[in-house]
């Protein structure tokens, strides 16, 4: 099991993910991926005991919280196109927990080119530009023995297929600072959302490939689509 980003998403994401794994005996090792630091000015979206590499300091937080029943590795990198098939391989499961489509782009070309693994992605508007930041989506994309089961993240989202913003690891000493600010509850909405998504998954029941969910207005949409080309392993 994989976490990549341990923000405002990705941190509740891997603490339920921690606690669940532990306790249930689903897998061993839980891997957390990000190269941003936590500092103070997260906490409004974020808790944490200390500043400094997120995957280190959330890594040992979650690992004194299960109390040795589950191994928990950080990786303090930024996912790049250098250490991509490094980080997401043959057989996993990846919670993406970015905050940019350029990193959800590479991310979803790698799982591409696998034989098996299933990646959930998860995000939200920002306060800006009009948005009242209440709007999030999940997406799962799985491959089984070479072939889509559901659609890559790419295939209906243009803003992911032509991403116009950077990755992290492009951005040098910017890469830290925030797109846009947004609401702690719609963190948790998604958070929510991709964790029952990978719940379903593991018990054989998904039958979505996207959810679409608005806090403000009370409304969770899940989208099923007809998979086409999917018999082939992607150069």
């Not at 590795?73 to 499961?93: F, I, K, Q, S």
Request: proline share 4%.
């Amino acid at each position: 099991m994989k976490v990549i980003g341990l923000g405002g998403v990705g941190a509740p994401v891997a603490q339920a993910l921690a606690q669940f794994l532990a306790f249930q005996r689903v897998c061993d090792t839980l891997v957390l991926v990000d190269g941003d630091a936590y500092e103070a000015r997260n906490r409004e979206r974020v808790l944490f005991d200390a500043t400094g590499n997120k995957a280190v300091i959330k890594a040992h937080e979650l690992a004194q919280a299960c109390d040795g029943r589950l191994t928990i590795l950080p990786v303090a990198e930024y996912v790049g196109p250098g250490n991509v098939r490094r980080l997401v391989g043959e057989g996993d499961a990846v919670l993406l927990c970015v905050d940019n489509h350029a990193t959800r782009k590479l991310v979803s070309d790698r799982c591409r080119r696998l034989w098996s693994v299933v990646l959930i992605s998860g995000g939200n508007d920002g306060i800006e530009d009009g948005r009242t930041g209440t709007y999030g989506n999940v997406q799962a994309f799985v491959r089984r023995a070479g072939r889509d089961v559901t659609n890559p993240l790419t295939r209906f989202h243009p803003e992911l297929a032509r991403p116009r913003d950077r990755r992290p690891d492009q951005q040098g000493c910017a890469a830290g600072t925030p797109i846009a600010p947004q609401l702690l509850f719609t963190n948790l909405t998604v958070a929510a959302a991709m964790l029952g998504t990978f719940y379903a998954w593991l018990a054989g029941t998904l039958a979505w490939e996207e959810v679409y969910l608005d806090i403000g207005r009370g409304t969770m949409l899940p989208v099923q689509r007809a998979v086409s080309g999917a018999s082939t392993r992607h150069a």
